[in-house]
Structure formats: C-alpha cells, structure tokens
C-alpha cells in the first residue's frame, strides 16, 4: 500500500490565494516532512513535524499533523507565482522494517497564476 | 556550505557502458542517501549510508553498486543498465540519522539508450 497520498493531484490558483495540499498515510510515522520540487530538479525541503506536535509555521507556510486520522496538511499563505512547483509529503516510518526509511506521496503539483 | 552537489548533472549511456554518479557534502553530514525519480513520481529510496556504512537497500539490482568511500563522498557505480533505469538520480544527506531533515542535491539526469 502507497505511504503518503496527497491530495489533490493538481491545485491551479490566482497569486494572492491561498493554496491547501493534504496528505494522508497509513502506518505509524516519526515525522512527516513537506518538501518542493521545481520541474524536475532537486528537492526543497520546506518543513518537519514530529508525531508529537500538531502544528508548525514557517514563514508563509502552515502544515498540521493529525496522528489520528493520520493525515498532515500544507498551507501556503498569499501565494506568489514563485510557488508553482510539485510539493511532496514524506514520511518517515516509526519502527518495523521500513524504520529509517523516507517514502514520499505521489505530490500535488501546484500552479499559481500571477 | 549547505549544500549536496551531484556530477554529472546529465549523462547519457550505452547499456554495456560502465558510468559512476558522484555526491559531495561538506556540512559534516554522516547519513547519505541515493534516490530515483521517474518522470511525474515521487522519489523512491534506493540506499541508505549512514557513518560511511551502507545501513539500507531497498532490493536494488545488482547493476546498481554504491559506495561510500569516506563521509563527505557517495557514489553510485552503474552498469550493465537497462532503459529503463532512466530517470533522475537524486543523492542526499543529513545530520547524523534518516529521523533528521534531508538535503537534497540537484540530481543526474540518466538516459539509458
């Protein structure tokens, strides 16, 4: 089973708006990270959220973790046209075999319009 | 210096061809990571180094040999690919463990005809 579906797949928004991208996984995690990639080039890492905390701010972002839905949310305040890019959820698992291991979501590929 | 820097950035190879990918970090990082991207999907975990020990291999194929050959260098030895082992090659690396946040390098982009 895939580790980390985002949803939605796309988000199309004018600058200025604000952009939302949910995550959802099923096993028990250590963190859940956010991560932004621009057009096939390397990853951006944007943000970390232990299994303990429920919310984080970063500048113009907002991610949320709920371990009992076992979901995450990305906001992006005011977004610019800057933003356009693929941003991923990882997670990084608890235990088990898959311990150590950072498996990422199939990603929502945002663009902003200016 | 905060950043992973990856050669080459494009490479282009025969399937009898024996090429290497190279990895540099030099913020004293002792987990390193290989990953592989197919076009439109997330990055998929291939190795994980960690204190210049190879701690995780995600079932890769043997034409894919990595190495660690001290704690600011990864490579990744290729040979014998198939075509469809093009994608991009993403290396990484972070602070002591994989529970900590990943930097990642820019990427090789593989063609294999």
């Known amino acids: 089973s895939q580790q980390g579906e985002e949803d939605p797949q796309a988000l199309s928004i004018q600058e200025g708006e604000n952009a939302t991208m949910n995550c959802s996984y099923k096993?028990?995690?250590?963190?859940l990270q956010w991560y932004r990639q621009n057009s096939g080039r390397g990853l951006v890492h944007l943000i970390l959220i232990r299994s303990n905390e429920r919310e984080k701010h970063s500048g113009r972002l907002r991610v949320t973790l709920d371990t009992s839905k076992k979901s995450s949310s990305l906001l992006i305040t005011a977004s610019r046209a800057a933003d356009t890019a693929s941003y991923f959820c990882?997670?990084?698992?608890?235990?088990?075999?898959?311990?150590?291991?950072?498996?990422f979501g199939q990603g929502t590929i945002l663009t902003v319009h200016p | 210096d905060t950043e992973v820097t990856q050669t080459p950035k494009h490479l282009v190879m025969g399937m009898t061809n024996k090429k290497s990918l190279k990895c540099e970090q030099h913020m004293g990082h002792r987990a390193m990571y290989w990953y592989k991207q197919k076009a439109k999907k997330p990055p998929e975990l291939m190795f994980v180094?960690?204190?210049?020990?190879?701690?995780i291999n995600e079932s890769v194929p043997s034409r894919f040999s990595p190495e660690c050959p001290n704690s600011s260098l990864l490579n990744l030895h290729l040979h014998a690919l198939q075509p469809e082992d093009s994608a991009l090659y993403l290396c990484?690396?972070?602070?002591?463990?994989?529970?900590?946040?990943?930097?990642f390098g820019p990427g090789t982009r593989l063609l294999v005809l």
């Open positions: 990882a997670t990084l698992s608890a235990g088990g075999t898959s311990y150590g291991k950072l498996t």
């Open positions: 990484a690396s972070s602070q002591h463990t994989v529970r900590e946040t990943q930097y």
């Open positions: 096993t028990s995690i250590n963190n």
């Open positions: 180094y960690s204190y210049e020990k190879l701690s």
